[in-house]
């Protein structure tokens, strides 16, 4: 009997649909592998020019900037979403509304090695990147046209990627995101109601109960949600509250590496290095969110597609099981502990 | 300069990014086109005995259930993601919520024939698949458990269809979706505002102003709406207001059709056959939403790849204005009149 499961913040239905469950191994998606380094590739070392002026880039040799001798290279996006200057100029149209599309869209080159994927790249270079996705939050926040900064990464074509050398992208928009508002408010609900924080209770449950959990560090969990929309959805949360993901502590950073790595490995493992997406949900910036929204990071490999009644009813038909990813997930050996 | 619109109805912003426009022929997608008739398709004349028995057919030679002479045909899908039999049994785990997975999963099989797309067929063919649509609804609406039933259509690989033999889908869900919830919701608090139908309002400023205007007939507007989540997204909405699609008159469902095949052949030229979905958007069953909801039909073609951005925030990039979509397809000849 498949199994309608309920989203404890958002109230998003999904469907659990087990009658169609496959094996990790029975997915017939994109396997991503990067080729080796491309000349015309602007991310690439000696290609510094390719690219707009840099924003921020590690280096630990003295080179100058837009050269090369950088482990992290943070650039405005050639293909800008958003347009950077101006004022956001709200206008109505009769019954429409619209504003001008005022933002920043940024790419954060996450290693100048062009055939290394992120799972390759060790614990210290992953929280390099981790840094400056922080880097680039706190620098950000500071203008007050942005309301939200969502920074995700795409990894495969089929997860929307259009260049191979693996990257990190952010984008700072003057509204909230309707996701983010939703969990937002659903969060705001349950703390009105309980005066607890709703992600700490899923934490407190998950670890209690065991079957979800991945894996676990002293300062992370990660997990398979209760309602994921896409099979070998997997969440990673910071166990201690807190809703900004750029206010933490040191040691935090190096945790989530940990975290971060560890799961790349596993699901390279499981589903034969599968496209993917990683989203880092954190709060809205100007909002007072402290007491109940909780940051996240979270990672959805693309399995399968998404169709005619996804895009008309924004409920989800997810074959697998999260307790049987989890277990998948948990047993498969990662080269490098949790 | 790139511009944020809002969904009136849902409050959804979009990104209309015109930077990164493209023309409609700019667009690398798949084109379907289907192929002879292939011996183990189960939708194919002959083979009825290789779907579970049908629901529904409409046959004009007198002939019998599950044998040929069918020229519509509706079967249960031989890999349902929802069980018809059995009760819901809400239940809470903790902090988690769930139910059985009840609920309807069909298959309306559009024509016998296996080389025919959708556009393909006579404005009298699609016409019979709409009546087959509605005679489903007629019947689950009967069921109480059921408060949904979306109808959708995948046309081609990237738009989800796992068989190429063309036909639509029918789930009947024990919950409103979503998306539907945020429709009705919005539309809701429009009307208590203004004790007006905003789709009605709609359709009046879109009927003034012309320019995402697409094509008319005496009963449909077919349009480009105003913040649309997916380049050359189309709308066909009936200009009487009403809620659900299953209630209107005879000349309604004739006049659909004609929308229909005129859409459809005017993507075909444009677009070069792309991959689509086809959503029927109406109204909740068991709810009364009469003053307030008004059906539809969304097409919307399969262009684009959906990433990091969207899946982490509900926000979309659109690289086509809605007025430039309108305008190409209004001037695209359709080899049928709207």
Redesign the interface.
């Known amino acids: 009997?498949?199994?309608?499961?309920?989203d404890?913040v958002t109230?998003?239905?999904v469907?659990?649909?087990t009658?169609?469950a496959k094996r990790p191994n029975d997915f017939r998606a994109e396997t991503v592998r990067p080729r080796a380094s491309s000349p015309n590739c602007p991310f690439c070392l000696g290609n510094e020019d390719r690219t707009p002026p840099e924003i921020l880039a590690y280096r630990s040799n003295g080179s100058g900037p837009n050269t090369d001798g950088w482990s992290v290279r943070v650039v405005p996006n050639k293909?800008?979403?958003?347009?950077i200057e101006?004022e956001l100029d709200r206008q109505g149209e009769?019954?429409?509304?619209?504003?001008?599309?005022i933002g920043a869209h940024e790419v954060i080159i996450e290693t100048p090695e062009h055939d290394k994927t992120m799972s390759e790249l060790s614990e210290k270079r992953i929280e390099d990147v981790l840094w400056a996705f922080r880097d680039r939050m706190l620098d950000l926040r500071k203008d007050t046209r942005f309301r939200?900064v969502?920074i995700?990464?795409?990894h495969g074509?089929?997860?929307?990627?259009s260049l191979e050398h693996t990257h990190s992208?952010l984008?700072a928009?003057?509204?909230v995101?309707?996701?983010?508002r939703e969990e937002v408010d659903g969060a705001r609900q349950y703390y009105q109601f309980k005066e607890r924080c709703?992600y700490c209770?899923?934490l407190r449950?998950e670890l209690d109960s065991k079957v979800r959990i991945i894996a676990e560090n002293p300062d992370f969990v990660t997990l398979s949600p209760?309602?994921p929309r896409f099979p070998f959805e997997t969440w990673i949360l910071p166990k201690r509250h807190e809703c900004f993901f750029e206010n933490s502590p040191t040691h935090v950073y190096e945790n989530m590496a940990r975290a971060l790595k560890s799961v790349l490995l596993k699901m390279d493992q499981v589903l034969e290095y599968p496209a993917f997406?990683?989203?880092?949900?954190s709060a809205p910036l100007q909002e007072n969110t402290h007491d109940f929204f909780h940051w996240r990071l979270?990672y959805?490999p693309r399995l399968v597609?998404?169709?005619?009644?996804e895009?008309?009813?924004?409920?989800y038909?997810n074959p697998v099981l999260p307790e049987d990813a989890a277990k998948h997930l948990r047993e498969a050996e990662a080269a490098v502990p949790a």
Chains 1, 2 share one sequence.
């Open positions: 009997m498949p199994e309608l499961r309920k404890p109230g998003r239905w469907i659990i649909s009658a169609r293909f800008p979403a958003l347009g101006g009769g019954v429409f509304d619209k504003m001008n599309g939200y969502l995700f990464k795409n074509e089929s997860a929307g990627a992208q984008i928009l003057p509204i995101p309707k996701r983010i709703i209770d899923i449950q209760y309602a997406n990683l989203v880092l949900q979270e959805m597609k998404v169709a005619g009644f895009w008309g009813s924004e409920f038909i």
